[in-house]
């Protein structure tokens, strides 16, 4: 399974970390009155025991969480509509947080329209959204155009944040020309594209 090669080590990570943690806080075990006390031996059984399933209870949820927003983007971007427009304007597979200890390891595509660098991911609490995201050169210092950029994106899924533009797009909306339509507008202001480096 490709997510859990991509996270295996985040995981052991996260086991590393959470165990002696639970570990810690379920030490107060010790100092519990029980109807019929057990031996320190069966304390420490039920200590290692509970610290081991509470510690696995956390591993499982978070794969089950970064697997389904995973697997929900795969399947989406494997129909032929997005197959189509990510090849017509060659976008590339890239992986995010593959540096990161504490955020799993997912996918995203990147391509470039009109010059101007656009990612699209997809989030799995915006079911019916994916994100776009055109990246803009932060050294053209035009704050004046990215709040113009700003006031005209209100009320309409769409921002500017750290020197890019991030719009949703619903999944029933054509997507290239959503995408064609935003590039417009950020042409339009005079901003320039970003010279891109590989995401991490």
């Known amino acids: 399974m490709k997510f859990l090669n991509l996270n295996k080590g985040k995981f052991k990570f996260i086991i590393i970390i959470a165990f002696p943690a639970f570990t810690i806080l379920l030490s107060a075990l010790y100092f519990l009155t029980f109807r019929d006390t ?4 069966m304390l420490v059984f039920y200590h290692i025991l509970l610290s081991l399933a509470c510690t696995f209870a956390v591993v499982i949820g978070i794969f089950i969480s970064g697997y389904f927003s995973y697997s929900q983007q795969k ?7 997005f197959i189509d427009f990510f090849n017509k304007y060659n976008f590339k597979t890239e992986l995010i ?3 990161s200890k504490w955020h ?3 996918e995203l595509k990147v391509g470039e329209i009109e010059s101007y660098p656009v990612i699209i991911f997809k989030k799995s609490e915006k079911s019916k959204f994916i994100n776009v995201v055109v990246e803009l050169d932060l050294t053209q210092n035009k704050d004046s155009k990215f709040a113009e950029l700003q006031n005209i994106f209100k009320g309409k899924n ?3 944040k750290q020197g890019a533009v991030l719009k949703l797009i619903h ?5 290239e020309e959503q995408v064609k339509s935003l590039i417009d507008i950020i042409k ?3 901003l320039n ?3 891109r480096k590989a995401t991490h």
Request: hydrophobic share 40%; net charge positive.
């Open 75 to 81: 399947l989406l971007f494997n129909k032929k509509l």
């Open 158 to 160: 769409a921002s500017v």
């Open 97 to 99: 947080n593959t540096n």
């Open 193 to 195: 594209p970003a010279i």
């Open 104 to 106: 799993l390891t997912q």
């Open 38 to 41: 057990p031996s320190l031996t």
């Open 188 to 190: 339009s202001k005079e």
């Open 171 to 175: 999944l029933s909306d054509n997507i």
